[in-house]
């Protein structure tokens, strides 16, 4: 009797389990299908779990009359470079906040850390005349160097993490007459190596999907991203939307996440849980 | 000389904080503090950009946004998007976690875990896209499965009944598996003894789940109702602006949506601003509701 309802209870947990798994995946399933079915035989037949004559006209349409390319590159380089200047800024911070003294240490700690509660939107319109009167318009930098000043998070992270380091290992280091400096690059970041590339992760996940701003200040197609380059499929309001090309590029753009995903899968796991449940 | 480095040395490391720290207050101070503050000013003031005067006008902006139906509206839709998604975007994934925790064959379990996960890591655009297209009207996935049941049709996000449900959906879609890690992580943490003690006990795994873990977890669920709150109100506007643009007749649109098309779609800052104050306010008396109401019952290990 026993093992029946233990065995009952396991079959409905996996019906369910396997229910929602099928929910998380479908839709990116029925994305790779589309991307390599040619436009008209996407529009007619609804059914199609796989490719009948597939092809890579999506894809040559999207480079050719639309600009993938550009928007591959643009995206990779505001992503990495959003990513490094986060972690340029954060870590040293973070190190600051966890092993220095100094006056007015965790006020100017709340300063950055409740950053984190402002909706990323909130000075949107300050912001845009900001970059339009300071000639950034319709550049890459104005979507980076915004970008960069959401650090709440990562100065929060890199101290809980430099916490951990006991803070003996410094004092040694100091009658050694290490300085800050090299207290930070030789023996703190050394030792958190595995935590500073979940932060990466991260960073570069958010940077690879900024939309709404690089949306508002990139005007020329040529500029823009991938997350935002979808965006002109939709827009041709008379017509159906562009669905092959644009499922075309809604791959190009989860691509380098996927592969991220597949192949560092535990690594991108534990940089979003960060340090719970170590 | 060895005492001169060392005089400069010390001078130095004094300085090291401020090199160490300036960049980011550097960086929070211009691009997220001081583009609030102009809000505030801004939205005691009617300029439009391309007028070079700048007028005070009082409480005006605030008295049109407050009047403006498109604001009722998005205020209304704000906290049905609230009172929805936060509860279910913390239960559904508790409720989740919990089950892949019975899963006993490991490597499937990592496999569920991975699975469900995988929404989390897309771009909220990303997700409206692939939705999108599920729901389109017309060629849709949806519509042909509804077809071949011998359903009628639905018109879905572009439905102004159900609009903003699309909406929410996809918002779930995209979240539920990063709040299910983050709570499997909290459970898996749990010793071992205090389940064979339960067990003992003869609590069953729902009672346990209630009674034993939730207030072991408590930290992470607080961090989990702090940043769903924030998701929900902030992040749900990529997934807006894919899917619906806020309407039909701004049947899907929410307060952030609303402040950015009076901005940056019609240019009138002064309600714009208005607006963001009004979520400033809001978005500070929320947090600190949920700091007053976590701070009794949030169970600290020490």
């Known amino acids: 009797m026993k093992v029946r309802t233990a065995l009952g209870a396991s079959a409905a947990t996996h019906i369910v389990l396997s229910l929602v798994a099928i929910l998380s995946v479908f839709p990116l399933f029925w994305m790779v299908t589309t991307a390599f079915t040619p436009n008209d035989l996407a529009l007619t037949k609804a059914f199609r779990f796989w490719?009948?004559?597939?092809?890579f006209e999506n894809f040559r349409i999207a480079f050719t009359d639309f600009h993938a390319a550009n928007w591959i590159w643009n995206s990779i380089l505001i992503a990495v470079l959003v990513s490094v200047g986060k972690l340029a800024i954060a870590v040293p911070a973070g190190f600051a906040f966890s092993h220095m003294q100094f006056r007015g240490r965790d006020a100017l700690f709340w300063v950055i850390v409740a950053t984190m509660t402002f909706p990323t939107i909130i000075g949107i319109v300050?912001?845009?005349i900001g970059i339009s009167l300071i000639g950034w318009y319709d550049t890459q930098t104005a979507v980076i160097v915004p970008s960069i000043a959401y650090i709440g998070f990562y100065v929060f992270f890199m101290r809980q993490i430099f916490r951990s380091l006991p803070n003996a290992m410094f004092e040694a280091a100091r009658l050694d007459n290490a300085g800050p400096f090299k207290q930070l690059f030789e023996i703190a970041i050394p030792n958190v190596l595995p935590a500073i590339a979940s932060l990466s992760i991260i960073s570069f996940l958010g940077a690879w999907n900024?939309?709404?701003?690089?949306?508002?200040?990139?005007d020329t197609p040529e500029k823009r991203t991938l997350a935002i380059g979808l965006k002109s499929f939709v827009v041709i309001d008379d017509f159906e939307p562009m669905w092959g090309p644009m499922m075309a590029v809604?791959?190009?753009?989860i691509l380098p996440v996927m592969i991220l995903f597949i192949f560092a899968q535990r690594y991108v796991m534990a940089a979003f849980t960060g340090g719970i449940g170590k | 000389m060895r005492q001169r480095s060392n005089v400069k040395r010390a001078a130095f490391s004094k300085l090291a904080p401020i090199i160490f720290v300036g960049p980011a207050i550097l960086f929070v101070v211009v691009f997220l503090y001081a583009p609030i503050i102009f809000s505030v000013a801004l939205s005691f003031s009617s300029?439009?950009?391309i007028s070079p005067e700048i007028n005070f006008v009082g409480f005006e902006n605030y008295r049109r946004v407050f009047h403006d139906p498109n604001f009722q509206d998005a205020a209304y839709n704000t906290l049905l998007y609230c009172v929805v998604l936060i509860p279910v975007q913390i239960i559904v994934p508790l409720l989740l976690a919990s089950l892949i925790l019975r899963v006993k064959n490991r490597n499937l379990a990592g496999f569920y875990k991975a699975t469900l996960f995988l929404p989390t890591i897309l771009a909220?655009?990303?997700a409206g896209i692939a939705w999108l297209w599920l729901f389109d009207p017309i060629n849709g996935f949806l519509n042909s499965v509804l077809t071949a049941f011998g359903l009628p049709q639905s018109r879905w996000q572009t439905d102004p009944n159900l609009a903003i449900w699309c909406v929410a959906f996809v918002t779930f879609w995209k979240n539920f598996g990063l709040n299910m890690l983050l709570l499997l992580a909290a459970l898996v943490s749990i010793p071992k003894e205090i389940h064979e003690a339960a067990a003992l006990d003869n609590a069953g795994p729902w009672r346990r789940l209630l009674t034993i873990d939730l207030p072991l977890i408590s930290p992470t669920f607080f961090f989990v109702?702090?940043?769903t709150t924030i998701n929900v109100m902030d992040d749900i506007v990529g997934v807006i602006d894919v899917l619906t643009s806020g309407g039909p007749y701004g049947q899907s649109s929410n307060i952030l949506y609303y402040m950015y098309?009076?901005?940056l779609s019609f240019f009138q800052f002064g309600q714009a601003s208005a607006a963001s104050v009004i979520i400033i306010i809001l978005v500070l008396f929320v947090t600190w509701a949920q700091f007053r109401m976590f701070e009794n019952r949030v169970h600290y290990e020490s």
Do not use: H, M
């Open chain 1, 126 to 128: 300050p912001l845009y």
């Open chain 2, 225 to 227: 109702a702090v940043t």
């Open chain 2, 261 to 263: 098309e009076r901005g």
């Open chain 2, 47 to 49: 300029w439009n950009f």
């Open chain 1, 210 to 218: 900024i939309y709404l701003w690089a949306l508002l200040v990139l």
């Open chain 2, 124 to 126: 909220y655009s990303t």
């Open chain 1, 51 to 55: 490719p009948e004559d597939p092809t």
């Open chain 1, 250 to 253: 809604a791959l190009l753009s």
